[in-house]
C-alpha cells in the first residue's frame, strides 16, 4: 500500500544530504516509506502520524518507531519536516503542535504537491521563522527550508477546538482541524439522520468523523450501545469531545476498516469516507460493504449514505442479498442491507 514512493517522496529524495543533518521529527500526508529512506541515509526520523493505518504499516517496519495521537509525545525534537496535509489549518494545527518541540536555530522544512497548498509555507511559517526559502522543486512537489528563529508557545489545545450548534439534534458539535463537518453539518449525514428510524442494541458508527452521527443517535435512543471508529486521531479525539459536551458516553477507539472491531452489532452505520488526502478513496468503503455482513447479529442492519452515482447498490446485493434505497435528494441516497 504504502511501498512506492510518492512524487513529494521522489523530490525529496534529491534532497537527502540536506534532510538527513539530524533527526528529524516527520509528520502530516505520510503515504510511503519516506521515514524509511530518510533512515537509510541519515539518522532514524521520528514520525508522528494522525492515520491509525499508516501506523500501523509503519510499526512493522524496521528502524522507525511511529507515534500516533492527536498530539507528538513531549520530547525535544532536533528539526522538523511536515509533509502538507490537505487542509491547511491541519497544517497550521500540526506545526502549533510540533514548534514547541524545537530550539531556536533548528531546521524547519514543509514540502508537499503543489496544487496542495504547500506555496502557503512561508505564510504559515512566518510567525516563528524570519526567512523561508524554496530549496527546490520536481515531479509538481515543492519544499521550503527555514530556520526557527524563536521559541514557539506551547499549543493550547482548547484553542483549536472550534463548536457549532445543530439545533434541530439539540447538540454542540466539536470538531478539530482537517475532521470531516469541521463547521456545519453535511447534507448527506442530515439525509441519513432523518431516515436512520429506531435503533436498539449494540450500534457502530464507522467513520465517525466529528461523533455527529453517534451523538445524534444517543440522544434519540440512549438505550444503544454505540462505539464510534476512524482512523483519524483528531476524529477520535473530536467525537469524545463532541461526547463530553453534550454529556454523552460511548466507547471510542481508532480501526483500519472493522480490523479493531470486536464481536457483532444491530446496527453499522457510516457516512464513509470519500476522499483520501487529494485522491478520491473508495477502499475503505468497498471493504465496509464487503465485510459488514459478518460484523451484524442476525437481522442486524447497515445503513449508509453515499453520492448518488457511487455504484454501492451492486456491491451490497452481492454480499446481502438485497439492497433498499430508503432516501433520495438528487445529490445523496440513503441504503439499507439487513444480515
Known amino acids: 500500500m504504502y511501498e512506492v514512493l510518492t512524487p513529494v517522496s521522489e523530490m525529496l529524495s534529491r534532497n537527502l544530504d540536506t534532510l538527513c543533518h539530524q533527526p528529524l521529527l516527520v509528520c502530516g500526508l505520510l503515504e510511503d516509506d519516506l521515514p524509511g529512506l ?18 500501523q504499516w509503519l510499526s512493522t517496519r524496521n528502524g522507525v518507531k511511529p507515534e500516533f495521537g492527536a498530539l507528538p509525545a513531549s520530547e525535544p525534537a532536533a528539526g522538523l519536516l511536515l509533509l502538507m496535509p490537505k487542509a491547511k489549518a491541519e497544517a497550521e494545527y500540526l506545526l502549533a503542535a510540533c514548534l ?22 512561508p505564510r504559515l511559517l512566518a510567525p ?20 526557527l ?58 467513520g465517525c468523523g466529528a461523533g455527529v452521527i453517534g451523538a445524534s443517535l444517543l440522544q434519540r435512543n440512549p438505550d444503544i450501545e454505540l462505539e464510534q471508529i476512524d482512523i483519524n486521531a483528531l476524529a ?62 442476525p437481522g442486524g442492519s447497515l445503513l449508509l449514505v453515499a453520492n448518488a452515482f457511487l455504484p454501492y447498490p451492486e456491491l451490497i446485493e452481492q454480499h446481502f442479498g438485497r439492497c433498499d434505497t430508503l432516501a433520495a435528494n438528487g445529490r445523496f441516497k440513503i441504503y439499507r442491507a439487513q444480515a
Not at 516563528?128 to 530556520?147: F, H, P
Open 38 to 55: 530518510l533512515a537509510e541515509h541519515g539518522p532514524a526520523p521520528r514520525v508522528f502520524t494522525t492515520d491509525f493505518r499508516y501506523f
Open 100 to 121: 514547541p518541540l524545537l530550539s531556536p536555530g533548528a531546521p524547519v522544512f514543509m514540502a508537499g504537491d503543489n496544487k496542495g497548498g504547500v506555496k502557503a509555507a
Open 128 to 147: 516563528w521563522c524570519e526567512q523561508v526559502n524554496k530549496l527546490d522543486s520536481a515531479r509538481r512537489a515543492s519544499l521550503y527550508q527555514a530556520e
Open 149 to 206: 528563529s524563536r521559541p514557539a508557545p506551547q499549543l493550547q489545545a482548547g484553542n483549536w477546538v472550534h463548536r457549532y450548534a445543530l439545533a434541530k439534534e439539540r447538540l454542540t458539535v466539536c470538531t478539530l482541524p482537517g475532521v470531516f463537518s469541521a463547521d456545519h453539518l453535511d447534507a448527506g449525514t442530515q439525509l441519513l439522520l432523518d431516515n436512520a428510524g429506531v435503533l436498539h442494541g449494540r450500534v457502530l458508527d464507522f
Open 236 to 297: 477520535l479525539e473530536a467525537s469524545r469531545l463532541t461526547l463530553a459536551e453534550n454529556g454523552l458516553q460511548a466507547k471510542v477507539y481508532a480501526s483500519d476498516g472493522l480490523d479493531q472491531v470486536q464481536g457483532r452489532f444491530d446496527c453499522i452505520i457510516s457516512n464513509p469516507p470519500f476522499h483520501a488526502g487529494l485522491k478520491t478513496f473508495y477502499r475503505t468503503t468497498e471493504t465496509l460493504l464487503r465485510e459488514a455482513r459478518n460484523y451484524l447479529r
